[in-house]
């Protein structure tokens, strides 16, 4: 990790001159990341690749449809960490538990279930 070239995410120039968590190497770079939704905290390698495909250049505004496809998608992540719960590696088991039950309560607490 510490000996990983570290480079600007949106034109690859080095940025081993700069924090160590720095994302680009000029305002420029900066204001283009900005612009196009790439984050603004260093993400690992493998996000960072896959953003510009993901994170559509100008977030429309979310619509009525898109948050009940959100709350959906948390109910789904709700079941998905009970499942895990009781099935995952037991090291991870409680923590799922606590997930599931935070999801779960925050939909409750809107009553969106
Ligand atoms: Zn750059």
Redesign the pocket.
Known sequence: MDNEPR???????S?ADKRRDAM???G??RK?GQRTGVATRRAPAYAVQVMPAVVPKRQRKPSVNDIAHLVLDASSIEASFRFASTRADYRFRAMCTRMADAIGAALDQEGLR
Request: net charge positive.
């Open positions: 480079t600007c995410v949106i034109c690859g120039a940025t680009y190497c000029s420029r770079c283009k």
